[in-house]
């Protein structure tokens, strides 16, 4: 069953690859019959790899006899499955194929950043053993997949209307948005690097309660965790030592994915002789700035709500019966409320302000860079009562 819940996700994968390629063609200048059959085979490619995905999510579920959104791993592949599933929905209402052709890579690189994590099956640790596992997180995920179209169409419409002829904080901003994308695809190109190389190096610290213990790197020593001795001959010493409320070995990774972005990025830059943005543009110099608006809108309006029950409110009630209380000021119960915040700063702007078109699709696109502060940076980094969504 394990082996199969594998296999489908893997199928998944390469289909949502070649229906992007397919939504690619679509969009190319042709007659209309033309552009018509291409979108026709890269919603349907799109649609067998959800539900392919969809029986890995199954099929795990069997496997491990509870919902698989219980680490890092699991969630991420569900928040990449949400967002495929989001994507369908919208396609069919505003039948944009552009809106494919940057979703779908998003899409893949979520999926590919959550395959470098540990992919076994563990039995709930106590904390976890509730039906509200299955009601807080999954709806948690929809509401972010959701948000993420939002993003995605906020992305087009900057695209296309950054003025990329000279350089200015909006095309710095821009190309910075999309260093972090690539930085994503640094960091799958660096963990496989180092985990086919086999490379490992232990290291003995104090932890946060004062408890000696013991942290194996897969990755050159960057940072070392607080009070660190290395065990392992022949491995890299750390630089610094972080403390012990840091995740030192997942900062570690994050700074090497980041390096390995950076290099990668540099790569495209040489290649391209041109911003990446600015590579990006003929792409979308048909598009209809007023759908991709909406398309906009309309995934924060529909992803807010559901955002709002999942993160919040039915995260508020578990909370209270595995800690008996509402709410404790846990890194990611901060930055839940921080991102309900933003998306509802967002919403007032829009309809009370009429912050509409350029400035809409900036929000959209800094309300999703706070989505993924929250699964990376405080999932990896910061030690909290959520850690174990980290293992």
Known sequence: MVQLSSTLLYVAFVLYLVATFFFGGAIRP???EGVDRWATL????????????????????????????????????????????????????YKTSLLGLFTLPIAIL??????????????????????????HVTTAAAGEAILAISFA????????????????????????????LISTLGFVIVTTSFRVAGYEATFEWIDKNGQQSEMVYHMPALVGPH??????????????????????????????????????????????????????????????????DEISYRSVAIGFPIFTLGALIFAMIW?????????????????????????AAFLHLRLSKGWHGERSAWLAVI?????????????????????????
Do not use: C
């Not at 169409?153 to 999309?178: H, M, N």
């Open 42 to 93: 890269g919603i349907f490619v799109t649609i067998v790899g959800f539900l392919a995905q969809l029986g890995y999510f199954i099929t795990r579920w069997i496997a491990a006899g509870h919902a698989p959104v219980s680490n890092l791993f699991e969630f991420t592949t569900f928040f990449g499955m949400m967002l495929v599933g989001a994507f369908i929905v919208i396609y069919f209402i």
């Open 367 to 391: 309300g999703f860079a706070i989505i993924m502060f929250n699964l990376i940076a405080v999932n990896l980094v910061i030690a909290g009562l959520h850690s174990y969504a980290a293992s």
């Open 153 to 180: 169409a906020g992305l087009i419409y900057l695209i296309r209307v950054v003025d990329q002829s000279k350089a200015s904080k909006r095309t710095f901003w821009l190309e910075f948005v999309l260093f972090f």
């Open 30 to 32: 042709k007659k209309r």
């Open 227 to 292: 009070e660190g001795v290395l065990k392992t001959e022949g491995r890299m010493e750390p630089f610094v030592h972080m403390p012990a409320i840091i995740n030192a070995r997942k900062l570690n990774t994050v700074i090497w994915s980041l390096f390995a972005g950076g290099v990668l990025y540099g790569l495209l830059r040489l290649f391209l002789r041109k911003r990446i943005a600015a590579a990006l543009q003929p792409l979308v110099k048909n598009v209809n700035l007023d759908v991709v």
């Open 110 to 135: 979520v999926i590919a950043y959550a395959s470098m994590f540990p992919r076994e099956i563990s039995p709930l640790i106590p904390a976890l053993q509730s039906d509200w596992l299955h009601i």
């Open 319 to 343: 909370a209270q019966i595995a800690w008996t209380r509402f709410w404790g000021w846990d890194p990611k119960e901060v930055w839940a409320l921080i991102t309900w915040l933003f998306y």
